[in-house]
Nanobody
Framework: QVQLAESGGGLVQTGGSLRLSCRASGTIYSINSMGWYRQAPGKERELVATIRNDGSEVYTDSVKGRFAITRDNAKNTWYLEMNNLKPEDTAVYYC???????????????WGQGTRVTVSS
């Protein structure tokens, strides 16, 4: 089993910055993909950014140039640096990890509990 613990959410004004962290714990063999998703009130959960083991990154168009996903493999931790925040970035942010863990040879997707980000206008 893998547990993901997020931190770093909060209230920020338009144009401000926040840094989200996600730390994975458990009997982890490998984390092949790390990501961030968000769910705004009344909307479906959407991909924000992902980073794979080969370093390739994917961002949703609305955050390109403002957000950056980074990782620290040694700590099983990844981050979402959010700059120039806008009210439309307000959402609950969830971290996600695709990992091989425990005794299973297969990879599964694990989710954090979510951290709220509120951007005031």
């Amino acid at each position: 089993q893998v547990q993901l613990a997020e931190s770093g959410g909060g209230l920020v004004q338009t144009g401000g910055s926040l840094r989200l962290s996600c730390r994975a714990s458990g009997t982890i063999y490998s984390i092949n993909s790390m990501g961030w998703y968000r769910q705004a009130p009344g909307k479906e959960r959407e991909l924000v950014a992902t980073i794979r083991n080969d370093g390739s990154e994917v961002y949703t168009d609305s955050v390109k140039g403002r957000f950056a996903i980074t990782r620290d493999n040694a700590k099983n931790t990844w981050y979402l640096e959010m700059n120039n925040l806008k009210p439309e970035d307000t959402a609950v942010y969830y971290c996600s990890g695709v990992a091989v863990a425990g005794t299973s040879p297969f990879e599964y997707t694990y989710w954090g509990q979510g951290t709220r980000v509120t951007v005031s206008s």
